[in-house]
């Protein structure tokens, strides 16, 4: 006849720590080391991961990869690597009038880009081919 142990109620959760670990984890993406995963209770598998940045919840399915997880890294809002790429490019004026220079922030803007072309062009009577030249 067998014979059965009493149960320790402090090594009880030592229990449910060894089934916890049974759940094998197979996670190699260095995208995890920003997420603390949430577990489900019953079957301990991954079933949403919570932003260390944000404290955002996302939801986890195994079958569709971790590439959702990298691109709310990049859009994150509270994250220090995101920040306004706009604020790197400076624009510096100086008139020849006089010696004051002027500094503001430059932006990308592709209608103005596209008006000042067409402007030189007409301008400068050059001929609309000018663009698709190798100099240009």
């Known amino acids: 006849m067998e014979q059965h142990q009493p149960i320790d109620l ?5 229990v449910e720590q ?11 993406a ?5 997420y603390v995963d949430i577990r489900d209770p019953e079957t301990h598998k991954i079933v949403k991961a919570q932003c260390k940045i944000c404290s955002r919840v ?13 691109n709310h890294l990049l859009t994150c809002p509270n ?3 995101n ?8 624009n510096i004026f100086k008139t020849s ?4 220079t002027t500094v503001s922030n430059w932006e990308f803007n592709q209608n103005s880009i596209r008006q000042s072309l067409a ?5 400068d009577e050059e001929p609309f081919s000018y663009v698709e030249r190798d100099g240009f």
């Open 119 to 123: 402007k030189m062009i007409v301008i």
């Open 30 to 34: 260095d995208v995890w080391h920003k």
């Open 79 to 81: 994250n220090p690597g």
């Open 97 to 100: 009038q006089s010696d004051a």
């Open 18 to 28: 060894q089934n916890t670990q049974s759940v094998r984890d197979k996670r190699t």
């Open 58 to 70: 996302l939801k986890v399915a195994t079958k569709n990869g971790t590439s959702f997880m990298a």
């Open 83 to 90: 920040i306004d790429k706009k604020q790197k490019k400076i």
């Open 10 to 14: 402090d090594r009880e959760s030592d």
